[in-house]
């Protein structure tokens, strides 16, 4: 069972707001990865981290910051939202060992 | 770039098995994994396989390695009517950690 939360799950705000999107993990994991994937399915890298103050970019271009100050939070920010940010935010996180990889619910945003 | 590829569905009977395919073109692929997706969820683990394998089978479900043709198939024995979904196929290796995704086989199936 995989202990990977996502908050909210849904969310609408209106152009312009800034919003955050929460990530926790309680398994200890040091890899972690934001995603956004399309209304057609497909999954895109925007964001990873390998541990605490570690943050990459991912393969697709995106607004959006984050941060990773403790092990089990990696939270993703859009400072001011637009409506082609619409989309579902999937977050994951990884064994030490490169085995497993474990998703939370999702965050469906919609933004007006 | 590390890239995968996967039709994009499949339709099949109830009881029939599925086979759902899958090619990458990362030569150092460590791990490949497969996993379902239901309406409005987060992904789901099924299962995945180190790259030294060439068959894993975990109850209705087997997976098939061919490293040298870098194809990756999933196999659901007696397919049923639950199992309908978008299946992801993703690769990664010990080099970047990252995850790539292919872009999802729905699979209907169909009493």
């Known amino acids: 069972e995989a202990d990977i939360y996502q908050t909210p799950r849904y969310l609408v705000i209106g152009t312009g707001k800034k919003i955050t999107l929460e990530c926790s993990q309680t398994?200890?994991?040091?890899?972690m990865y934001w995603y956004q994937q399309d209304p057609g399915m497909e999954l895109h890298l925007i964001h990873y981290?390998?541990?605490?103050?570690?943050?990459e970019k991912g393969d697709l271009s995106s607004e959006s910051t984050v941060s990773r100050i403790r092990t089990e939070h990696f939270p993703l920010t859009l400072e001011s939202a637009r409506p082609s940010h619409t989309s579902q935010y999937l977050c994951?996180?990884?064994?030490?060992?490169?085995?497993?990889?474990?998703f939370g619910q999702g965050t469906r945003l919609t933004v007006v | 770039g590390e890239d995968v590829e996967q039709s994009l569905f499949l339709s099949v009977r109830e009881g029939d098995s599925s086979v759902i395919n899958c090619t990458y073109t990362?030569?150092?692929?460590?791990?490949l994994y497969w996993y379902k997706q239901e309406p409005g969820a987060g992904l789901q683990l099924l299962t995945y396989?180190?790259?030294?394998?060439d068959m894993k089978q975990d109850q209705r479900l087997t997976v098939l390695l061919n490293k040298k043709d870098k194809h990756l198939s999933l196999r659901i024995a007696d397919t049923q009517t639950g199992d309908s979904a978008i299946y992801f196929c993703?690769?990664?290796?010990?080099?970047?950690?990252?995850?790539?995704f292919g872009q999802g086989t729905e699979l209907s199936v169909k009493p």
């Open positions: 398994m200890g994991h040091d890899k």
């Open positions: 981290s390998y541990g605490v103050n570690s943050t």
């Open positions: 993703a690769e990664s290796n010990n080099q970047g950690g990252k995850l790539i």
């Open positions: 396989i180190f790259s030294n394998m």
């Open positions: 990362d030569s150092s692929s460590t791990y």
């Open positions: 994951a996180s990884r064994t030490r060992l490169n085995t497993e990889a474990f």
